[in-house]
């Protein structure tokens, strides 16, 4: 069985340990609104972005130097013809030290071509993680793109 979830991976100079300490700090690389804490399991937090969205999030593992899953519990993607899109979905970081380098591997399972929002989430994602979160992680600033929000 193929997996056609949304995947996109980085390697950083950074302990896999800091860079979960990094991810969680969403505010610096996603350049969103965001409330609540994502620093440890069972954690919940909202991200907003433009006019009414939001996507609540629950922080649903967290395995240290290994791997953080966030659930989206609830959203509003007001831009959209089904704006509960990521219902139910899990944004997956997985994360691989080795020599001082760590290799984060990223999926957004629910997230398929055959969801309405999925061009526009893949721009964005690909600008969020290989652009944002890895200049982030590398040089403390992540880069913000107003049309990816």
Not at 71 to 77: A, G, I, Q, R
Request: aromatic residues 14%; charged residues 25%.
């Amino acid at each position: 069985m193929e997996d056609n979830d949304f995947s996109i991976s980085i390697s950083a100079k950074i302990s896999a340990s800091e860079a979960i300490k990094k991810l969680s700090n969403v505010t610096e690389w996603w350049g969103v609104t965001f409330t609540g804490s994502s620093e440890k399991q069972a954690d919940k937090f909202v991200v907003k972005m433009s006019g009414d969205s939001f996507f609540n999030f629950t922080v649903t593992e967290l395995i240290p130097d290994k791997r953080v899953v966030w659930l989206v519990t609830d959203c509003n993607m007001p831009w959209y013809s089904n704006k509960k899109g990521w219902a139910n979905t899990k944004l997956i970081f997985d994360l691989d030290e080795n020599n001082s380098v760590t290799e984060l591997n990223f999926k957004h399972e629910g997230l398929t071509p055959n969801i309405e929002c999925y061009k526009d989430c893949e721009r964005g994602w690909t600008h969020w993680i290989k652009l944002s979160l890895f200049s982030y992680l590398t040089n403390g600033l992540g880069i913000f793109d107003q049309t990816c929000q």
